[in-house]
């Protein structure tokens, strides 16, 4: 973990597979650092916060295409809407009808993914398997068209158990196949499993993850 952050992306772009697309997880870390990986190539990256994310927009080049991931409040879905290309961290029915009448409002059509909840820890967000697939219907994807329902995210359980880790990811990617192959058989947008983190990201890989979000092993640790 010792190397510049040109490095650090060089290296684990050459081990994540062509196909998974990696998303520079860069929140708490400032301008500068984005501008390093920028100039080492990477364009898509990730923050969690809304005003973070509104600054660092502001700040760096119109071709960056950036990624909500954090857990967003219904009061800050408008700043989310005018600059992310993808949100990760749809959790909530509610936060879904937020980001969709806001998106109408601007014309912007973001893609997001329906957050799901599988971990062992209780303080995480997201649906279940059960709720989620109960949820996710042909009517709804038809009344939430000003976004564009593009797959699902999720994270494993923070353990060393690998068979665990490994479990969740199966499932997160169970829920995945299962809602492609039915309400969205017909949307081949539907196309992204968004899992795995600096820790556990090979795993994610292997288990059919199709979008890693990265950040540790990029910029460093981040002071909180
Ligand atoms: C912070 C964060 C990451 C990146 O985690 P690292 O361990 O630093 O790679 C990925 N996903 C989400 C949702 C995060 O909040």
């Known amino acids: 973990m010792a190397g510049s952050i040109t490095e650090n992306l060089r290296r684990i772009r050459r081990a994540v597979p062509e196909e998974v697309t ?3 997880v860069s929140k708490f870390h400032p301008v500068e650092a984005l501008s390093e990986a920028y100039a080492a190539g990477q364009r898509i990256f990730g923050e969690s916060r809304a005003l973070e994310l509104e600054a660092k927009a502001a700040a760096l080049p119109g071709d960056i295409e950036w990624h909500f991931i954090g857990h967003l409040q219904t009061n800050k879905v408008k700043k989310v809407v005018a600059c992310a290309a993808m949100i990760h961290s749809v959790d909530s029915p509610r936060l879904l009808e937020a980001i969709d009448s806001e998106a109408r409002k601007t014309g912007r059509r973001p893609g997001v993914l329906l957050q799901l909840h599988v971990a062992r820890e209780e303080n995480k967000f997201g649906f279940t398997p059960d709720e989620l697939l109960a949820f996710v219907t042909p009517e709804l994807v038809a009344a939430m068209s000003g976004v564009e329902f593009r797959g699902v995210m999720g994270m494993a359980s923070n353990v060393d158990d690998e068979t665990r880790i490994r479990s969740d990811f199966r499932e997160i990617r169970g829920v995945f196949d299962r809602l492609r192959s039915t309400v969205f058989a017909d949307s081949p947008a539907f196309d ?5 983190m600096s820790h556990d990201w090979p795993l994610a890989v292997e288990e059919g993850s199709t979008m890693v979000r990265v950040g540790t092993s990029i910029f ?4 909180y």
């Not at 992204?192 to 795995?196: E, I, Y």
């Not at 460093?220 to 002071?223: L, Q």
């Open 220 to 223: 460093g640790e981040r002071e």
């Open 22 to 24: 990696l998303v520079a």
């Open 192 to 196: 992204t499993v968004s899992m795995g």
